[in-house]
């Protein structure tokens, strides 16, 4: 029994042949590519969506890690502002 990955590398390695879109198998391939226009404006439009999602979830970790930060200074200096009450 042939596992997976070898019989999607024997179906895009035969559709690349016959210079068809690895993807759909129906269209032709664009030159230089293994896809059909169709296909790659799929690929693309799928890589934008995620990058955004990677970037809103960067962001979001960044501004979860500032908050932490400012919790830290405020906790700072409160201890120095009760430390001068003692003091005076």
Do not use: N, W
């Not at 042939?2 to 559709?15: I, M, N, V």
């Not at 970790?61 to 003091?87: F, T, W």
């Amino acid at each position: 029994m042939k596992s997976r990955a070898k019989y999607f590398r024997q179906r895009r390695q035969r559709l690349s042949r016959k210079k068809l879109c690895a993807r759909c198998g129906t269209e032709p391939a664009k030159p230089g590519h293994t896809h059909c226009a169709a296909c790659l404006a799929v690929k693309v439009v799928k890589a934008e969506i995620s990058s955004a999602e990677i970037a809103k979830q960067v962001k979001a970790a960044k501004r979860k890690r500032l908050l932490a930060h400012l919790d830290l200074i405020e906790q700072g200096r409160q201890a120095v502002l009760s430390k001068l009450d003692v003091i005076t």
